[in-house]
């Protein structure tokens, strides 16, 4: 059992780790594609606007900023500006944001087209950025799921160990009892030898 516990830990360090490093994947797959040719822009709001710019802008955010970024993109989103949906889907996908959530951001993104439109929301470096980012959460959300399950088995294996550490402690008990009555046995047959010699 305990043999169990430790494969089951060390299995729920490695799928952490694995969190880890998609992470780190994720955002150096992001900093390279904005480091190829890329220019940081200063109005993001304008119809110019790089996904890969403004997710390293918004990942340089402090939690202050970030949630005054997420209040100004919800008032983008109902006024119909056309590239708030993905930006707020990349603020539900950033790490440090107050409103981090893969799940969120994940089923937003499986909501929206990401078709290149003729008014051109996408342009192909857009899009393959928006796909990228999709198959990080798809791979964050797995890795999630491993780990919740690692971590439910975990849990599982540590109850089913306290209950035998129990019945072998009771057992022990039993034991100790026992050796204890017949060492008192022993004593009480010594006194009746001794008594009848």
């Not at 299995?11 to 900093?31: A, P, T």
């Not at 119809?47 to 008032?75: H, M, R, T």
């Not at 690692?150 to 009892?177: D, P």
Request: glycine share 2%; proline share 3%; with cysteine.
């Amino acid at each position: 059992m305990r043999r169990q516990a430790c494969k089951l830990s060390l299995s729920l360090r490695k799928v952490k780790n694995n969190i880890i490093k998609q992470c780190i994947h994720l955002f150096v797959i992001i900093l390279l594609s904005a480091l190829s040719g890329c220019q940081l822009m200063t109005d993001f709001n304008s119809n110019g606007v790089n996904f890969s710019d403004y997710y390293l802008w918004i990942k340089s955010l402090n939690e202050d900023e970030i949630a005054q970024e997420i209040i100004e993109q919800k008032n983008n989103n109902e006024s119909g500006y056309a590239k708030a949906d993905i930006q707020l889907i990349m603020l539900y996908s950033l790490p440090n944001s107050p409103v981090h959530n893969p799940y969120t951001a994940k089923t937003l993104l499986n909501d929206y087209p990401l078709e290149p439109y003729n008014d051109s929301t996408f342009n192909s470096t857009d899009l393959a950025f928006i796909v990228m980012l999709k198959d990080q959460l798809n791979q964050q959300l797995l890795l999630l799921e491993q780990l919740a399950n690692y971590k439910g088995a975990y849990q599982q294996s540590k109850k089913v160990n306290t209950v035998q550490q129990l019945k072998i402690n009771q057992r022990n008990e039993k034991i100790n009892q026992l050796n204890k009555q017949i060492i008192q046995l022993k004593k009480i047959e010594r006194t009746i030898s001794e008594r009848g010699q």
